[in-house]
């Protein structure tokens, strides 16, 4: 019965009757959120991922991820999507993957992604300029079969079509079935 929005510095939550802002600690515009199965809500943003946690009021507030990302790591743009798969959290920007699972970051390096990734039956998909279609396979990014049809194309849509088939939307180049 709760909705959250992404905005300028802040998550904004709304209960039906009132507002309420929870601010990132650099005023970050939030460009992604996820819920988890534990309704733990988890955001995304410019230089900027963490989680958020209720205080013992009840009321949420913001916790930074970004302590524990490697001082070398920390320099990245727009986190554009935030993406679930079991007990591990996807933070995606342009440039890296910051993989969160029992509370430790682990960092994956990509080849200037578009905005999106998709998880599709507890797959990670990203596609990546220049490479391709692309998913986490013995924890590294690598390039998926025929993935390479897609590397000068923007993906925008990844849903589960048939058993076995996803079904891709482009920015500009139609739809495609894999």
Not at 55 to 70: A, E, H, K, M
């Amino acid at each position: 019965g709760i909705l959250y929005f992404g905005c300028e510095g802040a998550v904004i939550e709304f209960d039906g009757i009132s507002w309420k802002s929870i601010d990132l600690p650099n005023k970050s515009t939030v460009r992604s959120l996820a819920i988890d199965e534990e309704g733990i809500i988890y955001v995304g943003g410019v230089s900027e991922f963490g989680y958020l946690q209720p205080d013992n009021t009840g009321s949420l507030y913001y916790i930074s991820l970004i302590p524990q990302v490697p001082e070398e790591k920390r320099s990245f743009p727009d986190v554009w999507s935030v993406n679930i798969i079991h007990d591990e959290i996807l933070f995606q920007s342009a440039e890296r993957l910051f993989r969160y699972k029992d509370n430790k970051i682990v960092t994956l390096e990509l080849n200037d992604s578009y905005h999106r990734s998709f998880v599709i039956d507890n797959t990670f998909y990203i596609n990546q300029k220049g490479i391709g279609l692309s998913s986490i396979i013995n924890d590294s990014i690598q390039v998926l079969p025929k993935g390479d049809f897609f590397k000068d194309k923007e993906i925008s849509y990844m849903s589960l079509f048939a058993d076995g088939i996803i079904l891709i939307g482009t920015r500009r180049n139609g739809l495609f079935l894999y």
